[in-house]
């Protein structure tokens, strides 16, 4: 649903900016910023700029700060939208007289431009994600050589996006000449349907729609699920696909699923997939989290004292599954510190006090119950026989998923976990988390499923 963005709000989020940048980077940049509405459906927060230079601009150098700080202050992660319009354009959206659309001219700047912020020099390497980063790396060097096209995959917030754009970034610095284009599924298909839908002008507009995405050297296509039942663009899409592919030109596609996972329009495009390159992103394990968290912190200036330290790693451990998520909770320590006028130091009691959706929320709703019951649901299971002794695989292995989830994701001890499952031995439980710890190094679709319940209790 579309609303206005709340101004009271607003001026707490230009604060919370203020914190984190220079005062006159602030005053020419960000103070001018008008809030036009928040969609919380489609996760989008608009804002409007007088002055097309700067829109442009901010876009650029400043979105990463708006977002990290609209989050912090609204509790949820949106995509800002930063669009130029006139004083009158904003007054009639901000009094609902006006719908907002964004023009094809916003559009093609706010989803195409590659974010510089976005490169391999900060994308750090863990066991989750080395191959997905090797293929991308040699893919960048060489493209349209050996791994082409390359499919990303892997859950939200684990750094596909981060890839692409890392890609799209080193080869233009390598080959300038090239042309790179990364664009969202969600705008390939909002600029498809506007051709489509365009009485007048359909045919030009379709033709520059596909002299746009047919010349280019390189194509970054974002979180293709998108696409998913919705046939004409799946079928442009393929179009897109083939032309590129038969003039050896590099395609790079990410999606949250493995291809054999998505409905894509028919065989034809997910046989192309399926014999491809595939790299897969896991969730990071805590080693990981920690070294992304410190660079993150690194990169922000911040002094990584003991105190800070132990933040990183209280953070670490408790946001497992979305390095989004994970940062987004570092930021908003560092905001509320910055915007106190006390300037209170960041400590692990600082830091709990100020995330209290990860500290209380997390905690009190995932329990072994609800873990339980996800497991059984998923596998079609009785509750009953999660704590029954039956040894039948139908049975025993949810159970030790079941263990594993708990393990995973409640501060919960091995005896406890026994005690809620039928009171088992903790042995019985060690044996149950390691088990489908190792399955999950070797079978990646195995490693989904469960990342899939885990997905489903948060
Ligand atoms: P996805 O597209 O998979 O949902 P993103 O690429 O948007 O995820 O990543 C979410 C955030 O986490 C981004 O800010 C990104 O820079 C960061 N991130 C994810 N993985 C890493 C990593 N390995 N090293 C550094 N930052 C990472
Ligand atoms: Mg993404």
């Keep these: 649903m579309r609303e206005p963005i709340d101004q009271a709000k607003w001026d707490e989020t230009l604060n919370v900016i203020k914190g984190m940048i220079t005062d006159v980077s602030y ?39 708006i977002e990290n700080a609209v989050a912090s202050v609204f509790d949820r992660k949106y995509r800002v939208i930063i669009s130029h319009k006139s004083d009158e ?16 001219e916003d559009s093609f700047r706010e989803e195409y431009y590659l974010n ?15 191959y997905a980063h090797a293929i991308s790396l040699a893919v960048a060097e060489s493209p349209a050589d050996t791994y082409n096209p390359l499919f990303i995959y892997g859950g939200s917030g684990l750094g596909k996006t981060h890839l692409m754009h890392a890609i799209g970034n080193f080869i233009l610095q390598k080959y ?16 498809l349907i506007a051709a489509l839908n365009d009485p007048t002008n359909r045919n030009s507009k379709l033709n520059s729609f596909k002299e746009k995405y047919r010349t280019v050297d390189v194509l970054l296509i974002d979180d293709i699920q998108f696409i998913e039942g919705k046939d004409a663009t799946q079928l442009e899409f393929f179009h897109t696909f083939n032309t590129l592919y038969n003039q050896q030109k590099q395609i790079v596609i990410s999606s949250d699923r493995q291809p054999s996972k998505l409905t894509l329009l028919d065989d034809r495009l997910r046989s192309r997939f399926q014999s491809d390159i595939l790299a897969d992103i896991q969730p990071p394990d805590f080693e990981t989290r920690v070294a992304i968290l410190r660079h993150k912190a690194e990169e ?9 330290l132990q933040v ?20 908003r320590v560092i905001s509320f510190s910055a915007v106190d006028k006390d300037k209170p130091k960041i400590t692990v009691a600082f830091a709990k006090s100020k995330l209290t959706d990860i500290f209380d929320s997390r905690d009190s709703t995932i329990t072994c119950e609800t873990i339980k019951t996800a497991v059984c649901k998923k596998y079609g299971i009785k509750l009953a026989d999660m704590d029954s002794k039956k040894r039948n695989r139908e049975y025993a292995r949810p159970r ?10 409640t501060d919960l001890s091995l005896p406890q976990i026994g005690q809620s499952f039928g009171g088992k031995d903790h042995t019985t439980v060690l044996h149950a988390c390691n088990k489908v710890a190792e399955e999950m190094k070797t079978s990646s679709f195995f490693a989904e499923e469960v990342h899939s319940i885990q997905e489903s209790l948060q």
């Design 176 to 191: 300038p000449s090239k042309k790179v284009l990364y664009v969202s599924s969600e705008m390939f298909t909002t600029e």
């Design 400 to 409: 030790q998923i079941a263990m594993y989830l708990c393990r995973e994701m």
């Design 89 to 104: 354009e904003i007054k009639n959206i901000r009094e609902k007289k006006t719908i907002l659309k964004p023009t094809p």
């Design 116 to 130: 510089p912020r976005y490169t391999f020099d900060n994308f750090i390497v863990g066991s989750n994600n080395n």
């Design 312 to 331: 990183i790693d209280l953070i670490a451990e408790k946001v497992k599954f979305n390095v989004r998520e994970m940062e987004s909770a570092l930021t």
């Design 300 to 308: 922000e200036g911040q002094n990584l004292d003991d105190d800070f």
């Design 27 to 65: 005053r020419t940049w960000i103070s001018p910023l008008k809030p036009l509405e928040k969609d919380d459906e489609q996760g989008t927060f608009s804002l409007a700029c007088t002055e097309s230079f700067k829109a442009n601009l901010i876009r650029q150098r400043y979105l990463t700060e």
